[in-house]
């Protein structure tokens, strides 16, 4: 299986911050990477797929970069709605794996 | 817009089968789709559990292979999940969720059910 890191496991910030999360692969996807943000009691919301397409509907304040092994997601000025936990996800290979995910919430 | 939503029991019984049924609105079974159940115990991450397509092909993560079973019944627009011989660690909330397949491109979830709690207890 591919194990999925992501650093930090969690973050306080303000709201206007710029945010960078990091993920790691322990092989490499190419750019079979995915993001999510997951709020609580909530499901998974889809907001960048193959390393860096934004999803329709997503705020351009989301951008997303990285191949191989290591990739980004960056929230270029955070907005209260934004703090949530995100995911990375691999689809390189079944099994598809998520990482631990990075907890954002206010400073 | 496409629409997914799991129901089933919320309480299983130790060894026991879990099962679980994703209705999909809004979209259909087509080719280019595969239709997935994701968990998540209580406070911990994600762990996809398996795929399924419109052709009934399936795909399942080895750490629960051997308990796992797929089906899809494409006249009820639906989809279900069974998973055997449960314990409490099968305690999550079960997602059913849409890969969006892009051969040699991308795949990716794009939609998701709004999960269900499935506590295993006696």
């Known amino acids: 299986d591919i194990q999925m890191t992501q650093s930090p496991s969690s973050l306080s910030a303000s709201v206007g911050d710029r945010v960078t999360l990091t993920c790691r692969a322990s092989?490499?996807?190419?750019?079979?990477l995915n993001w999510f943000q997951q709020k609580p009691g909530k499901a998974p919301t889809l907001l960048v797929y193959?390393?860096?397409s934004l999803q329709n509907g997503v705020p351009s304040r989301f951008s997303g970069s990285g191949s191989g092994t290591d990739f980004t997601l960056t929230i270029s000025s955070l907005l209260p709605d934004d703090f949530a936990t995100y995911f990375c996800?691999?689809?390189?290979?079944?099994?598809?794996?998520f990482g631990p995910g990075t907890k954002v919430d206010i400073k | 817009q496409v629409q997914l939503q799991e129901s089933g029991p919320g309480l299983v019984k130790p060894s026991g089968t879990l099962s679980l049924t994703c209705a999909v609105s809004?979209?259909?079974?087509?080719?280019?789709?595969?239709w997935s159940w994701v968990r998540q115990p209580p406070g911990k991450g994600l762990e996809w559990i398996g795929e399924?397509?419109?052709?009934?092909?399936?795909n399942y993560n080895p750490s629960l292979k051997s308990r796992v079973t797929l089906s899809i019944d494409k006249s009820k627009n639906q989809f279900s999940l069974k998973l055997s011989s449960v314990t409490a660690a099968d305690t999550a909330v079960y997602y059913c969720?849409?890969?969006?397949?892009?051969?040699?491109?991308?795949?990716?979830?794009?939609?998701w059910g709004q999960g269900t709690l499935v506590t295993v207890s006696s």
């Open positions: 092989q490499r996807i190419s750019t079979y």
């Open positions: 809004g979209g259909s079974f087509s080719s280019g789709n595969w």
């Open positions: 193959a390393a860096s």
């Open positions: 996800q691999q689809s390189y290979s079944t099994p598809f794996t």
């Open positions: 969720a849409r890969l969006r397949a892009v051969p040699g491109t991308c795949y990716y979830f794009d939609y």
């Open positions: 399924i397509n419109h052709s009934g092909s399936t």
